[in-house]
Each structure stands twice: as structure tokens, then as C-alpha cells.
């Protein structure tokens, strides 16, 4: 299970499993502990200095001159889940992303993928990694104006030196790939923004990475093309189970496409969860405000609402999932005219009525271990 940094909270996994990563498939790619970057004159010491921990940002800034843009991180990206860091701008996003590859060198702390340590890896091995391992797609997407599309998306493996006939095959298949197929001969320029972050995508799938790394890569969008990719990057997670790390300011893209929220608040981890998680049982005022305004029915799921059984309740009515979202329970409950039940591998979990349900939408939460049992 992921750890956070001191003084963050995870909330309890009782609500639901992550999306994709199954609790079987709990390899982890990346591995994080105790991370800091710090900017700033004498950086290295403000780690161990235990006169700084307790500062707010500003006070750290005004007493050192330093700024922690991540402070004391710790968690683990599961293999084939979508773990997404979102804050607001400056929270830290970007420059934690950029150390797990260490675009960005850290200052502390340790960082592996698949068990071997990063910090220690030479100029050649960090090489291999960000060009073959874990490919990076970045908000501006990098492409080259002159080249057409299926030379944009070749780039990457001719730097590898693959052969011409396969990376103009692979190249091909992965324009395919990302909805772009007859589109192959032109220019960025004769491309819309979704177009181009489209090729971006297909740049970055071709030299088939472990891990891809988004860093804000749809902000610049507009709302509907925006949308569109966030529903090409959940389509491409599910068709191929590839593991992203997804940086984003917006909650409703996090909740969206993310598996797993690492919320970040001034460098450090405020609550890492499930977008069920983090919209249900929120760790603190600064995380509850963030969530305030979702739509609840339309991110937890009736494992919230359920209550127990009673005498003759768990053979009647419809069946559903555990993992069944509140607004199709409403429906489920408001066509039936009654209960429904909540069954799992044919076990009668819970009974998830009228009241329920509008309890968990109104926010008036019982805790789910009430009906554990
Ligand atoms: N090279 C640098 N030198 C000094 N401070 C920096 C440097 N890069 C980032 N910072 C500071 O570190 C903090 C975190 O920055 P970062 O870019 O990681 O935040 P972010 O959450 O990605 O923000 P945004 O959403 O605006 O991109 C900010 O206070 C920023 O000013």
C-alpha cells in the first residue's frame, strides 16, 4: 500500500478498489520516500535542518530564502494505474514529476523504478530511461513543424535507431491508434491543438514506455477537444493497462481520468486516495474545500450508502455492484420503486433505499463500517 508523507492522510481503501489496478496487481513501478527539491541558497541542508520542518512555505522562504517546491514525499505508483498529482499552481505538481526521471534533480530522499534506484543511475542509464522507459508528453507539445505527423511520431524511435521501414510502421499503427489515421502526411500546422496533442500522444506510445508521464497536457485546450483527450487517455488506459502519471489543476479532470489523487498542497501530499476517496471522506478543511462543489452521486459509489439488510431485504429487489455510482443506484431505485441490493460474488452486501441515497447526496455520511459486517 502507498504511504504519504508525514503528517498526510490516507483514507481508509473501504470504498473501492482503484479502477483498474486490481488489488492483486499491486507491483509498483515507481517508488517514492521521503523526496525533497529544494530551491535556494545551501539547499541540501534545509532537509535534515528540523528548525525549518514545522515552517509554512513563506516562512521558509523568509527565514532561508528557500523554497521546498516538494517537501518530504512518499507514495508508490501501482503498475497500470492512472495516479494523477493535482494542486493548485505552485502546489509543487510539475517539479515532483520531473524528478521522478530527474529532469529536476532532487535534493533528498529516496526514488526507484522497478526497484532500481534512480538517483544512483549515471548520464547513459537516465538516457535509456526517459527515452525508452518513461516517456514524458508535455502541455506544449514539442513537435517539429517541418516533419509530417507520421515522421513527428517516428521521432522518438529513429532517435533510438530503429529501422526505417519499422518506425514508419509503428509510427503508422500508433497514428491509428490515437484517431488520426489519414492525417499522416501533414504538417503541425495544418493541425487543430487536439490534433496536435493527439501526435504528441501517438510520439510518446510509439517507443511503447513503461510509464507515461502527462504534464498538464490538456490545459491548453479547449473545453471539448479537452474532454475528448481525457476520454482518449481513459480509452487508451484501458485498452492497454499502460501506467500514467497525470499532472492536472483540475479536480474534474483528476476525478476524470486519475485512478488514484495525490493532492498537493505547498511541496507535500495532502491526501492520496481514490477520487471516491478524496471526495468522500476528505482529510482535512483544506482538501473538503477543494471537493465542495462535485458531484457526489457522480464519483462515490453505493459501498457509501448501502445500509445492513433486514429480515427479507437480501433475496428482493435489483442487484448491484458494489462499485455502482450513486446517480445509477438513483436510477436503479427510482424505476423499481423500492429497495435495491448491493451484492458482491452473490453475497448480499447491503440495501441501498430512497434515504440512503439522498443522504449521501445531501452529505449527511454514515460511515460505511456501520454496515461492514
Ligand atoms: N527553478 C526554480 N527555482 C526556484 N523556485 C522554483 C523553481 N522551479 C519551481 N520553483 C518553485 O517551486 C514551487 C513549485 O513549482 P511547480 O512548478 O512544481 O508547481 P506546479 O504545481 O507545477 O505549478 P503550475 O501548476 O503553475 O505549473 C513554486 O513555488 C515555484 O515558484
Redesign the pocket.
Known amino acids: 500500500m502507498a504511504t504519504t508523507s508525514a503528517g498526510a492522510s490516507e483514507t481508509p481503501k473501504s470504498a473501492s478498489a482503484p479502477r483498474s489496478a486490481s488489488s492483486a496487481a499491486r507491483e509498483v513501478v515507481f517508488s517514492v520516500r521521503h523526496l525533497w ?1 529544494v ?2 541558497p545551501k539547499a541540501d541542508r534545509i532537509p535534515e535542518d528540523t528548525s525549518v520542518a514545522g515552517l509554512s ?1 513563506q516562512e521558509l522562504r523568509e527565514k532561508t530564502g528557500c ?4 517537501r518530504d514525499v512518499s507514495f508508490d505508483v501501482h503498475k497500470g494505474e492512472v495516479f494523477v498529482v493535482m ?12 524528478c521522478l526521471t530527474r529532469l ?1 534533480e532532487p535534493t533528498s530522499g529516496g526514488l526507484e523504478m522497478d526497484g532500481e534506484d534512480v538517483r544512483a543511475m549515471d548520464r547513459s542509464s537516465l538516457r535509456e530511461l526517459r527515452r525508452r522507459r518513461a516517456s514524458m508528453v508535455f502541455q506544449h507539445f514539442g513537435l517539429l513543424p517541418h516533419r509530417t505527423v507520421v515522421d513527428n511520431v517516428a521521432y522518438g524511435l529513429e532517435i533510438q535507431g530503429v529501422s526505417k521501414a519499422e518506425r514508419r510502421e509503428r509510427a503508422t499503427e500508433m497514428v491509428e491508434k490515437v484517431g488520426l489515421a489519414g492525417l499522416e502526411k501533414r504538417r503541425p500546422g495544418q493541425l487543430s491543438g487536439g490534433q496536435q496533442q493527439r501526435v504528441g500522444l501517438a510520439r510518446a506510445l510509439a517507443v511503447d514506455p513503461e510509464v507515461l508521464l502527462f ?2 497536457p490538456f490545459s491548453a485546450l479547449d473545453p471539448l477537444i479537452r474532454r475528448d483527450m481525457q476520454e482518449e487517455v481513459v480509452r487508451l488506459h484501458r485498452e492497454e493497462g499502460r501506467t500514467m502519471v497525470f ?1 492536472t ?1 483540475d479536480l474534474a479532470e483528476a476525478l476524470r481520468v486519475g485512478d488514484r489523487i495525490a493532492l ?1 498542497r505547498d ?1 507535500e501530499i495532502v491526501q492520496l486516495g481514490t477520487p471516491e476517496e478524496i471526495v468522500g471522506s476528505p482529510a482535512d478543511d483544506y482538501v473538503r474545500d477543494f471537493v465542495r462543489d462535485v458531484p457526489r452521486e457522480q464519483v462515490l459509489t453505493v459501498r457509501r450508502a448501502m445500509r445492513p439488510a433486514e429480515d427479507g431485504e437480501s433475496d428482493q429487489g435489483p442487484a448491484l455492484t458494489p462499485d455502482t455510482l450513486i446517480s445509477d443506484a438513483i436510477e436503479a431505485v427510482a424505476r423499481c420503486g423500492g429497495a435495491a441490493r448491493v451484492v458482491d460474488e452473490g453475497r448480499c452486501l447491503g440495501i441501498v433505499d430512497h434515504a440512503c441515497l439522498l443522504n449521501v447526496v445531501a452529505r449527511v455520511d454514515h460511515r460505511p463500517e456501520e454496515v461492514a459486517a
Do not use: C, P, Q
Not at 523554497?67 to 516538494?70: I, M, Q
Not at 494542486?87 to 520531473?98: F, H, I, M, P
Open positions: 527539491k530551491f535556494g512555505a523554497t521546498a517546491a516538494v494542486g493548485l499552481s505552485g502546489s509543487g505538481k510539475s517539479t515532483l514529476v520531473r529536476i504534464d498538464e499532472i489543476h498537493m511541496g
